[in-house]
């Protein structure tokens, strides 16, 4: 019994150290991304276990080796990358995770690497120490605290983040849309269809070219993101507030953006909608379902992480809701049917029908 405390103990030393450090695992990711580590070792899809010193020669012109095989042994052991030792040489390849990071793999996205530097720059990463501002003061984001106005204001001001922040989102997107469109047929009888929040317009212009039915697609975000979308065929790009109004269209999609608002503000974005569909006509959320239960899955863990930054960053009352509360606001809205397409582990789609 004394033996099997002292363990236990022991145990929780161990794994709150582990968790104290955890900060190094995220901005190891970021070193390695900068570095563009994931590039060499994929090059062109060899992914030829390479030592430290070998991915260096490849990246910088100079460098310290020894350094970067510490920021690779670790992320080893969060399986980012998978490590072969030989006569005390250690090699590295990329794993599955790690190959998320490779851009432009498929020919057709950036990668998840984009995604991991736009969580990491300065002005995120500033907004970090004052989570529990949160708490204290649910009435203004952490990120509104340090830089006094609102993230996608403040990325709308800046170029760099912009361009930034479509790139990341094009690299979740592009993966997860394909994996949408091979299960989700949703979109018969769809003629004009848009995108609320549609960034860069990656979505539309994978729906579009899987279903030619699909005569006129309308990429509608933020003015000044619009004002940088690519042209993409059949596809206008609208700047606008959705919390003002939405685009008429015979079916409406939106990925990925009800998770930033609060429930009032979701209630009202779906109210926007309902007033732009005609009856019959539906909304096609793509977002996250927290589960119910708390879990230690990967899962469960993914989007409970993503529940804290939305609440510094974005919005502090903004949060990842349940299959439950989407439909309650979808309710609230004026949609009468409501069906769930469990399709991705991260995303999920919910089709209200007017
Ligand atoms: C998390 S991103 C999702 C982008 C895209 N739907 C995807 O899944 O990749 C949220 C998007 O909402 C847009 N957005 C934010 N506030 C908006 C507003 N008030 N009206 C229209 N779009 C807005 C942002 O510019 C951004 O492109």
Known sequence: MEEESRESRNTARLRMMELANMISVPMSLNAIVRLNVPDAIWEGGSNTPLSAAQILARVLPSGDPENLQRILRMLTS?????????????????????????????????????????????????AWPLVHEAVVDPTCEPFVKVH?????????????????????????SVPVMTALLDVYDGFGGVQRLVDVGGSAGDSLRMILRKHPHVREGINFDLPEVVAKAPQIPRVTHVGGNML????????????????????????????NCYKALPVGGKMIVCDSMLPEKTDESHRTRALLEADIMVMTIYKTKGKQRTEEEFRRLGHLAGFPHIQAFYIDYVFTILEFRK
């Open 244 to 271: 003002e109004s939405i685009p008429a269209a015979d079916a409406i999609f939106m990925k990925w953006i009800l998770t930033t608002w609060t429930d009032d503000e979701v209630k009202l974005i779906m109210e």
């Open 78 to 126: 969060y399986r980012v990358f998978q490590e072969q030792v030989t006569h005390s040489e250690r090699k590295y390849s990329l794993t599955e995770i790690g190959k998320t990071l490779v851009t432009d793999a498929d020919g057709l996205s950036y990668g998840y690497g984009p995604y991991v530097l736009q969580h990491h720059q300065d002005a995120l990463m500033g």
């Open 148 to 172: 006094g106005e609102p993230a996608y204001g403040y990325y709308g001001k800046r170029p760099e983040m912009n361009d930034l922040m479509q790139k990341a989102m094009s690299g979740i």
